[in-house]
């Protein structure tokens, strides 16, 4: 795994990359960044999403958000850095 600084992390999000921090405890934890995007009234399957989708001339923005796998092989929507991951120099990319 390469030595990367949060920032660095990032920005390798940013192209598409999954990274992940060398002092986690958990195995195969891993962070990706799902990008914004558009999405159309049809796709949303909560119905007050969809209202506003279809209220918003059939689509409605969403802005992207940091996932996190986690070690129960769950999907954390909004993962949030602590200070201990922003000061980090032990990030890598994820194969």
């Not at 920005?11 to 799902?34: I, P, Q």
């Not at 999405?39 to 001339?57: D, I, S, T, Y």
């Not at 070690?71 to 994820?94: F, H, N, P, R, Y």
Request: with cysteine; aromatic share 8%.
């Amino acid at each position: 795994m390469n030595t990367l600084t949060f920032g660095q992390a990032i920005e390798a999000l940013k192209k598409g990359l999954k990274v992940s921090r060398a002092g986690w405890n958990g195995k195969d934890m891993y962070l990706w960044l799902l990008p914004a995007a558009k999405v159309k009234a049809e796709w949303c399957r909560e119905p007050h999403l969809k209202l506003k989708a279809e209220q918003n001339g059939g689509e409605v923005e969403a802005l992207g958000s940091i996932r996190m796998w986690t070690t129960d092989k769950k999907v954390l929507t909004g993962w949030l850095a602590s200070q201990t991951d922003m000061l980090a120099e032990d990030w890598g990319i994820v194969e």
